[in-house]
């Protein structure tokens, strides 16, 4: 049934399903007899939910011959606990990470506050550091792979315009970091 005819005439999907399954009190069922003799929207909603119980009743029943594979249940398992994508909501690592993120810098505020703001700033130079040294090994470390793979090239004018474009991606990415690093 639309929303429409819900607002119309205030009988809902809910109220014909309960009546199909006998749920509703004798008044209640009088009531909604004597509107589906006057509503045609309801009583076309009723002849709908009808044949469709109807239909469930007929492909659920015993003469029916719904073969199954053997492995049936082992591939419905397997599906099921394989494809657990659908559960989760696309941001759902982001956030976890947030929030991970924002735990981690409340305690290390908080060591900072109860050793004095000196040793917080150290702390933070500390981290900072880190993730600079982190960066810059990791370019070097890409920097070397991809000056080898270079090297396999049979012209050298090429190799050397590929190290030397690897070299200016290097330096400004070296100059973006520290430059970030100086702004803590």
Avoid: W
């Avoid at 429409?4 to 399903?17: H, S, Y």
């Avoid at 494809?83 to 993120?101: D, K, W």
């Amino acid at each position: 049934m639309n929303i429409e005819r819900t607002q119309t005439c205030g009988v809902t999907c809910t109220d014909i399903g309960a009546y199909l399954d006998c749920e509703l009190s004798g008044d209640r069922e009088m009531m909604l007899e004597m509107h589906f003799d006057e509503c045609s929207l309801c009583r076309e909603e009723l002849n709908i939910q009808k044949q469709l119980l109807r239909g469930l009743d007929l492909g659920l029943s015993a003469d029916a011959d719904i073969q199954l594979p053997a492995d049936f249940a082992k591939v419905v398992i397997a599906n099921a606990e394989s494809t657990v994508a659908g559960l989760r909501r696309p941001r759902e690592r982001f956030n976890a990470l947030y929030i991970c993120g924002g735990m981690g810098l409340f305690v290390l505020l908080s060591f900072g506050v109860g050793a004095g703001t000196t040793l917080f700033f150290e702390q933070m130079a500390a981290v900072a550091s880190f993730v600079g040294h982190f960066f810059y090994e990791l370019f070097i470390g890409i920097v070397v792979i991809l000056r080898t793979v270079a090297s396999h090239f049979r012209s050298d004018i090429m190799s050397a315009f590929f190290v030397v474009g690897i070299a200016v991606v290097f330096l400004i990415l070296s100059r973006k970091l520290l430059a970030g690093r100086l702004r803590i």
